[in-house]
């Protein structure tokens, strides 16, 4: 799967349940893709969708964040798919600033909900298949 989409999936804890059921909905397509996560996203998600390839990194206040960003830095991720609670307050709101910050620097695809991320998947897996039969 050399060729495939990396795809950089966060979730805040008020909204992890809603990026395992994205990728339950989304499986299939996500199965084409790499994915990697933040720790405890991606442990959540791997228990519901264990057959996915998908690399958890740590914990977003641990350093997974800057894990992710370091990656989009090096030009490793293809999106972020990253749902944000609005409505907490987050002790390292530094940290997924910094991360989005990144994602618009190095012009990274970002979706922060749910409707936006189902668009954006879409989207670039109909660009990238209409790349691989170019």
């Not at 989409?5 to 084409?32: G, N, P, W, Y």
């Not at 964040?65 to 749902?83: K, P, R, T, Y």
Request: hydrophobic fraction near 45%; charged fraction near 20%.
């Amino acid at each position: 799967m050399s060729d495939a989409l990396t795809i950089a999936l966060v979730a805040h804890d008020q909204k992890k349940d809603d990026m395992v059921a994205f990728a339950r909905r989304h499986t299939e397509l996500l199965s084409r893709c790499r994915l990697v996560a933040t720790g405890t996203t991606g442990g959540r998600i791997a228990e519901a969708l264990p057959t996915l390839d998908l690399t958890r990194l740590r914990s977003g206040p641990l350093g997974g964040d800057q894990q992710i960003g370091a990656m989009i830095a090096e030009g490793g991720i293809d999106a972020l798919v990253f749902f944000v609670d609005p409505l907490t307050p987050m002790p390292h709101d530094v940290d997924v600033k910094a991360l989005m910050r990144l994602a618009i620097v190095y012009d990274i695809p970002m979706a922060l909900n749910g409707a936006t991320a189902e668009t954006l998947l879409n989207a670039l897996l109909a660009q990238h298949t209409e790349k691989a039969h170019a």
